[in-house]
């Protein structure tokens, strides 16, 4: 079945570094969705990108679609300590009810 | 717009017993709504998608008789767990996407069952 691969795992940050993670998958996804997780909390839309090449930005967030349809990146500029949590990437078959397959995640730790 | 909410958030029951959990999409209609698993420091777990009028689509290895999903109304998808035993224990979310944009999963806030 289909795989997403997030990396790093984790990473452990100054405050007001920039922070870059990836997302690579095998497959070919439709759309591809960013979310963030707070302990105890269901995940939050950060960014949705709908098409290959696409740039979207949302605030201090950054995420492109890649040209293959493989792969994402989101960036975090001038990161601040609300930043902390765990950072889901997430693909969509239009062709699978819809269906999202989600990475493991990384794991953002900000040091004040 | 797009809030999705559960209840209960949280949930502390005997083994055996049977828990109910809700979704409501609060300010949109939701043809489709999902339930994933989540187990500590781990992604999310699809666990079956749920359909305004019919049957719910069970993922691989997820026994459908154990988890029960009703999808009464285009705002209320519930996930009963039957006859539950520790090893149930987990947190319990849900999703649901809008008619207009199908391609865009909008969260609850989750449900922590912890059994006995």
Redo the contacts between chains.
């Keep these: 079945g289909q795989q997403l691969n997030q990396s790093p795992q984790s990473m452990f940050i100054q405050e007001g570094e920039d922070v870059s993670m990836n997302c690579t998958s095998s497959s070919i996804f ?2 591809w ?1 960013w ?1 963030k997780q707070d302990p ?6 950060l960014i ?1 990108l ?1 098409k290959a090449g696409e740039l979207t930005s949302n605030g201090r967030l950054t995420a492109q679609f890649g040209i293959t349809r493989k792969d994402s990146f989101l960036n975090i500029s001038a990161s601040i300590p609300s930043d902390v949590g765990i950072y ?1 990437c ?1 693909g ?1 078959l ?1 062709l699978e ?9 990384t794991s953002l730790s900000v040091i004040p | 717009g797009a809030v ?1 909410s ?1 209840h209960p958030s949280r949930v502390i029951c005997k083994s055996g017993t049977s828990v109910k959990i809700e979704c409501r999409s609060l300010d949109f209609q939701a043809t ?1 709504m ?1 339930w994933y698993r989540q187990f500590p420091k ?3 777990m ?1 666990m079956a ?1 749920s359909n305004e009028g019919s049957k719910a ?1 069970y993922e691989q290895g997820v026994e459908k008789d154990k988890f029960l999903i009703n999808h009464a109304s285009l705002t209320l998808s519930t996930l009963t767990v039957t006859s539950a035993h520790p090893e149930d224990s987990s ?1 319990y ?1 849900c ?1 649901a ?1 809008t008619s207009e944009r ?9 449900t ?1 069952l912890t059994v006995l």
């Design positions: 439709n759309t969705l979310y105890g909390e269901g995940p939050v839309l949705a709908y889901f997430a969509q239009y009810d819809d269906k999202v397959i989600f990475g493991p995640g | 999705v559960q489709t999902f781990k992604s999310l699809l998608t689509t947190f979310i999703s996407v199908t391609d865009t999963q909008y969260f609850g806030p989750g922590r």
